[in-house]
């Protein structure tokens, strides 16, 4: 069965970077767009980022943008978002999440890894 | 880039029908048939429960429908049950190819 397993988050001081990963299978990877998502504690959901199939296309929220980059793996089933000049802000619980394109949704989602930045 | 606006919360009885809104602009959900719906149970992941604004992806109830007019997108809960008590949340491509979700509607039954 398909699986998203985010793995990466953790407590940082503001200003510091993280790396989030995800590895995942059940499906094969180059066939889909990918993106993250997060929500911060009591929140609603953010968009964040996706990467086209090869990650010939990668598209930023404005909020994260210059600060985030996305990248994927393909051979190695994997993608990740480095995370750079982190704000108190982008504490949330971010998602790993397989965007169809077919279906212009995001159909498949992990469970969540938490980023808390603080000092 | 602003949330797309919802009802903060929405209340029905069980076996009533309730409507979730979702306003957008002429830029995302106005322009695009790419309007999806989620579902949030507390604690879990979102589950894609709408695409392309009217369809569900296999398994999902036929209980939920949903439509668009113009810069508005509506989620319906017919038949409204106690596993339909969630947090609901829209989304939408937009014109600078990014995407958009809504600010989240709590369903609650009365």
């Known amino acids: 069965q398909v699986q998203l397993v985010e793995s990466g988050g953790g407590l940082v001081k503001p200003g510091g970077s993280l790396r989030l990963s995800c590895a995942v299978s059940g499906f094969t990877l180059i066939d889909y767009y990918m993106s993250w998502i997060r929500q911060s504690p009591g929140k609603g959901l953010e968009w964040v980022s996706y990467i086209s199939y090869s990650g010939n296309a990668i598209y930023y929220a404005d909020s994260v943008r210059g600060r985030f980059t996305i990248s994927r793996d393909n051979a190695k089933n994997s993608l990740y978002l480095q995370m750079n000049s982190l704000r108190a802000d982008d504490t949330a619980l971010y998602y790993c999440?397989?965007?169809?394109?077919?279906?212009?949704?995001?159909?498949?989602w992990g469970q969540g890894t938490m980023v808390t930045v603080s000092s | 880039q602003s949330a797309l606006t919802q009802p903060a919360s929405v209340s029905g009885s069980p076996g009533q029908s309730i409507t979730i809104s979702c306003t957008g602009t002429?830029?995302?959900?106005?322009?695009?048939?790419?309007v999806s719906w989620y579902q949030q149970h507390p604690g879990k992941a979102p589950q894609l429960m709408i695409y392309h604004v009217t369809n569900r992806p296999s398994g999902i109830s036929d209980r939920f429908s949903a439509s668009k007019s113009g810069n508005t997108a509506s989620l319906t809960i017919s038949g409204l049950q106690a596993e339909d008590e969630a947090d609901y949340y829209c989304s939408s491509y937009t014109t600078n190819s990014l995407y958009v979700f809504g600010t989240g509607t709590k369903v609650s039954l009365l």
């Open positions: 002429s830029n995302d959900i106005g322009v695009y048939d790419y």
């Open positions: 999440v397989r965007l169809d394109r077919s279906l212009d949704g995001f159909d498949m």
